[in-house]
């Protein structure tokens, strides 16, 4: 089985969709991975996740650009962006068609909903239950087209929670790869880019940790080596609730307004994933010293009273 090298040069990146600001979640996330690759001398990369086509902005993604370079992270390649590299992601999807591994889904939202019968567990998603498999593939139909899915579990080992092993089939079911408006979707780019970019260590937030064994089996399947993978707690309100439009509208930006300078936010991120004892202001560069995996908490943070 793939898995990524000790002796490669570690590789890590931050993968946000240009479709609104950079949260309070989002900085958090993005500091960890840059942290996490900047203390090993690594290469840290920023890609924008643009290939649904609806809901991205090329404006938002260059003021998230500009957010984290507030903050002093920069990638250090040119900034990739998914809508630029469509090419990829149909010859990924010719490969696994010729496997035989995809299969034409014709339900709608509607299918799905009613399909749901029980709630699922924590966050919301509800695995396909694989209404369309056996199906057979007709060139030029637009249809959805989904990844069937090897059966069993996956072992994998989170940096941060430890081992893992879960069963993708009852997380996700088989994911969409194409969506029937012609989009490449996100489990395929996201697998693609990864390889193709060489990225040895994936963080993100916990909210993402139930889909992780799905992307390792479409690894398997286009033979990509396996990322680490290191899922963080979940940015709250202040009374450990889900953050409201309120407070997910705390970017860098509006920060500063309130007067929440750069380097006290800085400091409070940095508190946030263990690498300082109080959250005193800093600067980004600052903080690697203090940055190891082990003493980043597993929980969720709550934002200061303060920021709201
Ligand atoms: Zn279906």
Same mark, same amino acid.
């Given at each position: 089985?793939?898995?990524?090298?000790?002796?490669?040069?570690?590789?890590? /990146?931050?993968?946000?969709s240009?479709t609104?600001?950079?949260h309070?979640?989002?900085?958090?996330?993005?500091?960890?991975?840059?942290?996490?690759v900047?203390s090993?001398?690594?290469?840290?990369?920023?890609?924008?996740?643009?290939?649904?086509?609806?809901?991205?902005?090329r404006?938002?993604?260059?003021?998230?650009?500009?957010?984290?370079?507030?903050?002093?992270?920069?990638?250090?390649?040119?900034?990739?962006?998914?809508?630029? /590299?469509?090419e990829?992601?149909?010859?990924?999807?010719?490969?696994?068609?010729?496997?035989?591994?995809?299969?034409?889904?014709?339900?709608?939202?509607?299918?799905?909903?009613?399909?749901?019968?029980?709630?699922?567990?924590?966050?919301?998603?509800?695995?396909?239950?694989?209404?369309?498999?056996?199906?057979?593939?007709?060139?030029?139909?637009?249809?959805?087209?989904?990844?069937?899915?090897?059966?069993?579990?996956?072992?994998?080992?989170?940096?941060?929670?430890?081992?893992?092993?879960?069963?993708?089939?009852?997380?996700?079911?088989?994911?969409?790869?194409?969506?029937?408006?012609?989009?490449?979707?996100?489990?395929?780019?996201?697998?693609?880019?990864?390889?193709?970019?060489?990225?040895?260590?994936?963080?993100?937030?916990?909210?993402?940790?139930?889909?992780?064994?799905?992307?390792?089996?479409?690894?398997e399947?286009?033979?990509?080596?396996?990322?680490?993978y290191?899922?963080?707690?979940?940015?709250t309100?202040p009374?450990?609730?889900?953050?409201?439009?309120?407070?997910?509208?705390?970017?860098?930006?509006?920060?500063?307004?309130?007067?929440?300078?750069?380097?006290?936010?800085?400091?409070?991120?940095?508190?946030?994933?263990?690498?300082?004892?109080?959250?005193?202001?800093?600067?980004?560069?600052?903080?690697i010293?203090?940055?190891?995996?082990?003493?980043?908490?597993?929980?969720?943070?709550?934002?200061?009273?303060?920021? /709201?």
């Open positions: 089985m793939p898995s990524s090298s000790p002796s490669r040069r570690p590789t890590g /990146r931050f993968a946000p240009p609104g600001i950079l309070l979640g989002n900085l958090r996330t993005a500091l960890a991975s840059w942290l996490s900047r090993r001398g690594g290469t840290w990369i920023l890609r924008m996740e643009d290939v649904d086509t609806t809901r991205s902005r404006a938002l993604g260059e003021a998230q650009i500009r957010d984290l370079a507030a903050l002093g992270m920069e990638s250090d390649v040119p900034v990739l962006w998914q809508s630029d /590299r469509v990829l992601y149909r010859m990924a999807l010719a490969r696994l068609e010729r496997a035989g591994l995809l299969y034409p889904c014709q339900c709608s939202r509607k299918d799905l909903a009613l399909l749901a019968a029980a709630p699922h567990e924590g966050d919301g998603l509800r695995p396909y239950p694989g209404r369309c498999r056996g199906a057979e593939l007709r060139g030029g139909e637009g249809a959805a087209l989904r990844f069937m899915l090897p059966p069993g579990q996956v072992a994998w080992v989170d940096l941060l929670l430890g081992s893992q092993l879960d069963d993708p089939m009852g997380l996700t079911g088989d994911p969409l790869l194409f969506r029937r408006d012609g989009c490449y979707a996100y489990h395929l780019t996201v697998v693609v880019d990864d390889g193709d970019q060489g990225v040895s260590e994936v963080v993100r937030g916990a909210d993402l940790r139930s889909v992780t064994a799905t992307q390792i089996r479409l690894q399947a286009l033979d990509l080596p396996r990322p680490g290191a899922h963080l707690g979940l940015v309100s009374d450990g609730s889900r953050l409201g439009k309120r407070e997910g509208a705390l970017g860098v930006r509006a920060l500063v307004e309130r007067g929440v300078g750069v380097r006290e936010l800085l400091g409070w991120l940095g508190w946030s994933l263990g690498c300082l004892d109080s959250p005193v202001p800093c600067l980004a560069e600052e903080l010293p203090g940055f190891s995996w082990g003493r980043v908490p597993t929980g969720p943070v709550a934002i200061p009273m303060s920021w /709201r």
